[in-house]
């Protein structure tokens, strides 16, 4: 395995790490994306730990940061942040091809690097596959359930109803605030249901190979393994999409028995695909 | 800035080389030594924009990763004190190299901070030495790790294994590790080299500690009280990022100044 500095672009260049191994096994290339404002190292190290468990395996990889995150400098543009970030990336995917001849991207990011992943593998038929954590994810009726299921015997949760029915503020979630579902948990802005589902049905289509893995750091909207599916009902799956819950993981990751077992799955979906 | 691999090849280290805004010939590096383990990644965003304000008063800069954290060669488990000291030696050569600057002032933060106090009582050329949150032995390090896990309470990222392994935020310290930091001490360094010092807290009762260790050992040493955080290991879902530019404002003011 050997680690190299990448620069993509002239002006101010993006900067990464890309992960050679060996001898390569695989004709994919995984490029690992920002989560929020981390750099490419990524929350618990855990993009470095990927990356090189992939070279062990024979496969090529990138960690880079988007302009004005971690070791790359802002840019001047007029598009949007989030489009500057789909646009990066396949600058990325650009300089890789071109320098390394590779033709097929897997995407793989948390969070807002789950977004990112999913707004690009809809646009550009290099990218094969997306291993996202805690993509867009949406209450249904079953979350309603088992959250409020539980809660109609408990006690205290009935007394906590009523005083913020009778208006005194006390900290915790409100029924109102369940319907008014603009953010998630982590402030992040969540576009429509049907959207969302309207994209896996475009990354499907292109026998796109979806990983999804949801911690328990979204249980203010996903409680169930099956949830995942119910939610995008119209989704031809087929057997393009591998889920897996981690319930009781935290959304960064700091245990490492799930540090382990994520950079495991990832890397055993990879060479499924690649 | 510009990123590169420097040190030895079987083990390289990843530091990134921020060249001063003049155009003219400074003579001015700066290295900046990071913390270790999760204070690293709550770091990396001030550490960048501190090395940037160098910059702009005519400092190279040069921040990198130790063994075992970041980009670098090794895993977390595996590091030792000894080894981050040497890699502090190595990444000053590296400045001086890429800056052709020989006097280097090194600025170090919580373990960083007592790493880079024992290559600047070491070497002469170390002209300035600023101590963030500094340490005055690696056991207080270890201690606030573990006073963190019994308040918070054990969890499955919070713990201490089987083997004597330390897990917290995500980052493990094995057994070995823990005891070379615990075993090292700034009363053990003996001040060959006597840079001027800088000491910065946000902690009131380390004011007194501090003064105490260093009126005796360096003569031109400062104490600054800085408000801003002071525990370290408390995180929130999204990694505790920490900006503290009051900090890194006093840092540079200081720089710049002497």
């Given amino acids: 395995m050997r680690e190299k500095i990448l620069k993509v672009g002239q002006i101010t260049p993006l900067h990464g790490i890309i992960t050679c191994p060996e001898r390569s096994r695989s004709e994919v290339c995984v490029l690992i994306l920002n989560s929020g404002l981390m750099h490419h190292v990524g929350t618990s190290r855990i993009s470095v730990m990927l990356a090189r468990k992939l070279a062990e395996n024979g496969v090529l990889s990138v960690r880079f940061d988007f302009s004005g995150i971690g070791d790359s400098l802002p840019r001047r543009t007029k598009t949007s942040s989030a489009m500057n970030t789909q646009l990066e990336t396949i600058e990325v995917m650009d300089e890789i091809q071109s320098s390394y001849g590779v033709k097929s991207f897997v995407l793989y990011g948390l969070c807002s690097g789950a977004h990112v992943s999913f707004a690009v593998a809809q646009k550009d038929d290099r990218v094969t596959g997306i291993a996202q954590i805690d993509p867009y994810l949406y209450r249904n009726h079953g979350w309603f359930l088992r959250h409020y299921g539980c809660r109609l015997l408990d006690l205290n949760s009935w007394l906590g109803f009523f005083r913020r029915f009778i208006g005194k503020k006390q900290d915790g979630e409100s029924i109102l605030d369940h319907l008014v579902e603009t953010l998630d948990g982590n402030g992040r802005e969540i576009p429509p249901q049907q959207d969302v589902e309207r994209g896996y049905q475009i990354i499907t289509s292109k026998n796109c190979k979806v990983l999804v893995i949801v911690t328990g750091g979204q249980a203010y909207t996903f409680n169930h393994r099956k949830q995942f599916r119910n939610i995008f009902p119209n989704v031809p799956w087929q057997d393009n999409l591998e889920f897996h819950y981690l319930s009781e993981a935290e959304h960064v990751i700091p245990e490492p028995e799930y540090q382990k077992e994520v950079v495991t799955i990832i890397d055993k979906w990879v060479t499924k695909i690649g | ?258």
Avoid at chain 2, 88 to 95: F, I, T, W
């Fill in chain 2, 1 to 258: 800035m510009e990123p590169l691999y420097f040190g030895e090849s079987s083990s390289p280290l990843y530091g990134v080389y921020h060249a001063p805004n003049t155009k003219v010939y400074s003579e001015r590096a700066v290295l900046l030594c990071y913390p270790g383990g999760h204070e690293y990644m709550r770091i990396h965003r001030a550490y960048r924009q501190l090395a940037s304000q160098l910059n702009k008063i005519g400092c190279h800069a040069f921040r990198f990763d130790y063994f075992g954290e970041g980009d670098s060669a090794g895993n977390h488990h595996e590091i030792k004190m000894e080894r981050w000291v040497a890699d502090v030696h190595s990444a000053v050569k590296e400045l001086q190299a890429i800056s052709s600057v020989r006097y280097v002032d090194i600025i170090g933060l919580r373990l960083g901070a007592l790493v880079a106090a024992k290559v600047a009582s070491e070497l002469k050329h170390i002209k300035r030495l600023v101590l963030w949150e500094p340490m005055l032995s690696g056991q207080q390090f270890v201690d606030e790790m573990k006073d963190h896990i019994v308040k918070s309470g054990v969890s499955k990222s919070n713990f201490i294994d089987n083997q004597q392994s330390l897990n917290l935020n995500g980052y493990c310290f094995s057994e070995e590790s823990l005891q070379t930091i615990a075993g090292f001490r700034m009363d053990d360094f003996e001040w060959k080299n006597k840079p001027k010092v800088l000491s910065l807290t946000a902690r009131e009762e380390l004011i007194q500690p501090i003064n105490k260790h260093f009126e005796s050992k360096i003569t031109n040493h400062k104490m600054l009280f800085v408000p801003g955080l002071t525990d370290w290991n408390a995180l929130d879902a999204i990694g505790g990022l920490f900006l503290p530019m009051d900090s890194v404002n006093a840092i540079c003011s200081w720089i710049e100044t002497n």
